[in-house]
């Protein structure tokens, strides 16, 4: 299927989707500005958007993370293929990808070993640009970003490009392989790719994708901050004071109100409530104060060093209004209740709470992370709640799970680093 890519469907479909970009440009640069307001970030270093970048890194490994999740799977990765003497560049969409990138590998990036960009618009010039001043030895793009523009211009330019921790949700599929099925298309034009279980080799198997490899999920082989431990482990007692704790990741709008209800009807517990986006701090802030919740805000309770500023306040909540320090978060809870599962879009990462043998509970909608959530369910280290009385009663009375059960899920989990840097290795040589 691969050489007769792409099709005259997909080629049609391409021609009206380049026409979009263009006449919504305008639009384009004013979400950026307006973003911009509540993220400088956002409206900065516009000319690399454009395909325009200082001091170009020739020949180095490229990595697209367009987001925090997606830059956190890669780290493991990068860091490996920087111990094999790689140069890597990354390129992100939002600033808490960037952000990351930027604060995991400081030292990297002044030793001239990484660089951190925006990935251009889906402009074909401004692709032809990147490819010609990076010349990447070829590009992984994390997880299931499907960029029309980025995938053509790679297939023109001979820069292999391969579908890296990927997954291919069966909602995702369903909906891709229906109708014109012009998404599902467009996979053909990868090189490959590195798909996380067997039935995900299936699904990508099945729109055409060559070249494909099993690898599992490279967020059971993150390297865990034990700066943030230890910081946790400080003040945890001071805080908590002795009661129950959970931490709230990955909040998404939507489920605050649910959230904050059972907040409110679970006094005896201490939470920390992390919001995913930081353009929804003030918001979450206002929220919990609507509601009458005592709360502390990270930001002006801890210092730069995770140490308390002060005396430890009697609060119930502890607001995460702070980035890249999830796993001091998690530090200070007994469970983690992972976001996003109550909403349609589904659920966020259950890995990292797993990471620290803290079971998890998560929503109804679990088909983002059908892999590895259902692999968690079915050994115990995490509880699949379907509605709000359910949640409610899992946190004012969580089902025993042990260490022993959390380190065997996680031991049978990882490797997935190693396995990926070998299945590269094959798919360039086919």
């Known amino acids: 299927?691969?050489?007769?890519?792409?099709?005259?469907?997909?080629?049609?479909?391409?021609?009206?989707?380049?026409?979009?970009?263009?006449?919504?440009?305008?639009?384009?640069?004013?979400?950026?500005?307006?973003?911009?307001?509540?993220?400088?970030?956002?409206?900065?270093?516009?000319?690399?958007?454009?395909?325009?970048?200082?001091?170009?890194?020739?020949?180095?490994?490229?990595?697209?993370?367009?987001?925090?999740?997606?830059?956190?799977?890669?780290?493991?990765?990068?860091?490996?293929?920087?111990?094999?003497?790689?140069?890597?560049?990354t390129t992100h969409f939002t600033p808490a990808g960037r952000r990351e990138a930027t604060r995991e590998f400081a030292a990297e990036i002044a030793a001239g070993q990484v660089q951190v960009i925006w990935v251009p618009f889906e402009y074909g010039f401004a692709y032809r640009r990147f490819l010609t001043q990076f010349a990447p030895k070829y590009g992984l793009v994390m997880e299931i970003e499907i960029w029309p523009r980025m995938i053509m211009a790679c297939h023109r330019h001979g820069t292999p490009l391969f579908m890296c921790n990927a997954q291919y949700p069966q909602k995702s599929f369903d909906k891709d392989t229906a109708g014109l099925g012009l998404r599902a298309a467009l996979l053909q034009g990868f090189a490959g790719g590195f798909v996380k279980s067997q039935d995900q080799r299936s699904r990508f198997a099945a729109v055409g994708m060559p070249n494909l490899h099993v690898t599992g999920e490279l967020r059971f082989d993150q390297p865990i901050p034990q700066a943030h431990l230890d910081a946790a482990a400080r003040i945890r007692d001071r805080l908590t004071k002795g009661r129950p704790s959970f931490t709230l990741t990955s909040v998404v709008e939507g489920e605050d109100a649910l959230y904050i209800d059972m907040i409110r009807q679970t006094p005896d517990a201490f939470f920390v409530y992390v919001p995913r986006a930081p353009e929804r701090f003030d918001d979450v802030a206002q929220m919990l104060d609507n509601a009458g919740l005592t709360y502390a805000r990270r930001s002006t309770l801890l210092d730069a060093d995770l140490a308390l500023t002060g005396d430890a306040p009697a609060v119930d909540v502890l607001l995460g209004d702070t980035m890249g320090e999830m796993y001091f978060y998690l530090g200070l809870c007994d469970r983690a209740i992972v976001g996003g599962g109550f909403v349609t879009k589904g659920a966020h990462n259950i890995i990292e709470p797993l990471a620290l043998k803290k079971p998890v509970i998560v929503g109804p909608h679990i088909w983002t992370i059908a892999y590895p959530a259902t692999d968690a369910i079915a050994a115990g280290v995490c509880t699949h709640v379907l509605t709000q009385d359910a949640l409610l009663d899992t946190v004012q009375h969580p089902p025993p799970v042990t260490d022993a059960q959390i380190t065997r899920f996680y031991n049978d989990h990882a490797g997935g680093v190693a396995r990926t840097l070998n299945a590269i290795k094959a798919a360039l040589n086919p």
């Open 1 to 89: 299927m691969a050489d007769r890519f792409p099709d005259r469907r997909l080629r049609a479909g391409l021609i009206v989707y380049g026409v979009l970009w263009w006449v919504l440009m305008p639009v384009i640069l004013l979400y950026l500005r307006r973003r911009g307001r509540k993220d400088p970030l956002y409206a900065k270093h516009i000319a690399e958007r454009f395909g325009r970048y200082q001091y170009p890194h020739k020949g180095a490994v490229w990595v697209h993370a367009v987001s925090l999740g997606e830059m956190r799977s890669a780290t493991p990765l990068i860091r490996a293929l920087l111990a094999q003497g790689e140069t890597i560049v």
